[in-house]
């Protein structure tokens, strides 16, 4: 069965949670890593997980901001240690569009010496994607998005599962009215959500390009998604956030809500 392992459901300033990262795995049992958080904290995730790293072939970064890339170089040294012991088997595909490339190549070349560098372009590629561009990775085709940012160039991405529903990740900023044709009627809709309605005044989404989970479950329901998965959000609640968004999603979307916690397994139906 397929399934999203939630590494991190955390914005950037989170201490508790870690940045808001996932696993995608399909029927064969093999990943697809879809940002990597701010740095080494990935590898104790995806440790708690019980992910062997060695068994990731494909990551998507969505965009530059250091709370989904800098986990990225980590993952890199480990996976070209690994290599250099003859652990890791095959190669190392990372896709990303060409601002987030140049920003991978150049932490390399700068931060890894010269001897963790010798798989760069060789098991270790650098894959550059462009929007609406369709790309085979695992078993999916992936359709790249332009997200519209703001902020920062970003992508997302959709695709068809392997059980035929649809999923849709856009990010970590608010849904476009630009993609709406795009994302119709997806079944999965991976969807940011920084605060409540209530806390707006408090955290300021809309100065920060986030949405609140009001504005969030809006958005999902006018472009007619089935399952809604709000993450990227605040951690000041503690343990009553999944309670509390749950309230205000469901009282404007009216799919299936998950409102995951750190570590949290979704099985895709």
């Not at 995806?46 to 993952?75: Q, T, V, Y």
């Not at 060409?98 to 894959?127: C, T």
């Not at 369709?134 to 790249?144: A, R, S, T």
């Not at 309670?243 to 799919?255: D, H, I, R, T």
Request: some cysteine; hydrophobic content about 40%.
């Amino acid at each position: 069965m397929e399934k999203i392992i939630v590494l991190g459901t955390g914005t950037a300033s989170s201490i508790n949670n870690y940045n808001t990262c996932f696993l995608l795995e399909d029927n064969n049992c093999d990943y697809l890593l879809v940002d990597t958080g701010g740095g080494n904290g990935i590898l104790r995730q995806l440790k708690l997980a019980n992910i062997d790293i060695n068994r990731i072939h494909n990551i998507f970064i969505s965009h530059k901001h250091i709370d989904h890339l800098f986990g990225m170089l980590w993952l890199y040294r480990f996976v070209d240690i690994s290599m250099s012991k003859g652990i890791y088997e095959g190669t190392l595909n990372i896709y990303c569009h060409d601002e987030v490339a140049k920003i991978i190549r150049d932490q390399i070349h700068i931060l890894l010496r010269d001897s963790q560098q010798r798989f760069l372009d060789k098991r270790i590629f650098i894959n550059i994607v462009n929007d609406h561009e369709l790309v085979p990775v695992l078993n999916y085709d992936l359709e790249f998005l332009d997200i519209y940012s703001k902020i920062a160039k970003q992508y997302g991405f959709k695709t068809k599962l392997n059980n035929g529903k649809t999923l849709a990740f856009l990010g970590d900023e608010p849904l476009d009215e630009r993609l709406y044709d795009d994302i119709k009627n997806v079944d999965y809709f991976l969807h940011e959500a920084f605060c409540l309605e209530t806390e707006a005044v408090k955290f300021k989404p809309k100065e920060k390009n986030h949405d609140t989970v009001k504005s969030a479950s809006i958005k999902a329901r006018n472009v007619g998604a089935k399952n809604l998965i709000l993450w990227h959000t605040q951690e000041n609640l503690g343990s009553k956030r999944k309670e509390l968004y749950m309230q205000e999603a469901s009282e404007n979307f009216n799919g299936n809500i998950y409102i995951p916690n750190d570590l949290e397994i979704i099985e895709l139906n």
